[in-house]
């Protein structure tokens, strides 16, 4: 257990930790449909839910495993209609992340649950799309789409998303890989992927946070990922450590979500400390707050207090986020320039 810290202290590093500019490259929208919204959206579309009130909504948050949380999920992600909900949606997720200091952000969104409840590709797109230019133009927020597949799903409903999605490739960044891990390795999609990056698509995919570290080498030499979401196993295997470090592969890392799933038992085990020692590119995100109990910053002040992180560890996984970003050389260093003021700023005035 890590020594309490003084509430002085404390409330100093919170305080420093919301300030910091961020870069949020792990989040799934539907995932941040808070319960409010859900039983709004489920009353002005007629939707049925097994749920009453939102204490009988955050009461269902209990989970066990991954499954076990995707099985809520995807129930939740059925009051989702028209376009105008998921724009409603993405705004609500954009305004809180710009309290959360958030400068830029990569965002999931799973087009399976929608189109096989039989929305079409469009509607969903085009609402998430609206709102990312809205956050551009009213929030100053830099974003980007990924498009996931879901692996319980079969590659060819893979491929046939993917080529749903060639006419909005300009609104699309890169594609990914989530939903159930174990029993669905990357490799599966290999064909699917290949086709994305003929197509121009960049490639991210869930791997190693409840699969072996076998999935994470698939989705490296195979899917030929830029970044691993999660990856948090990776340390099983040091050969595959020394692989991540060399070429710098990001992870993706969301301590709040690994401990609601039982990836790890409590925060206090997470190894989000060891891999920052092991000189990977490790970086702080969310997953699906609305279920998870937290933000980007409630996920890193939780995170330092368990680990006692100090204020550089805290600041290298800022810039890490910033590193790994789809953004250019020149956007990289406009944020990174940012933070590195914040952080000579904050040093120079700021409460130690
Ligand atoms: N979809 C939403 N959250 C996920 C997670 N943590 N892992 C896999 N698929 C997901
Ligand atoms: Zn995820």
Redesign the pocket.
Known sequence: MPAPANPVQQAAMTDFIRGLPKAEL???IE?SLEPELMLELARRNGISLPYQSIEEIRRAYAFTNLQSFLDIYYRGAGVLVHERDFYDMTWAYLKRAQADGVRHVEL?FDPQTHTDRGIAFETVVTGIDRALQDGREQLGMSSGLILCFLRHLSATAAMETLEQALPFKDKLIAVGL?SSEVGHPPEKFAEVFDRARREGFLTVA?AG?EGPPEYIWGALDVLKVSRI??GVRCVEDPRLVQRLRAGRVPL?V?PL?NVKLCVFSCLEEHNLKHLLNLGLCATVNS??PAYFGGYITDNLVAVQQALSLDRESISQLARNAFEAAFLSREQKQTYLDELEQYLSTYSAFGPR
Request: charged share 35%; with cysteine.
């Open positions: 792990h989040l799934h995932g999931f989530d869930h946070e979401d999660h993706t969301c979500s997953d699906d």
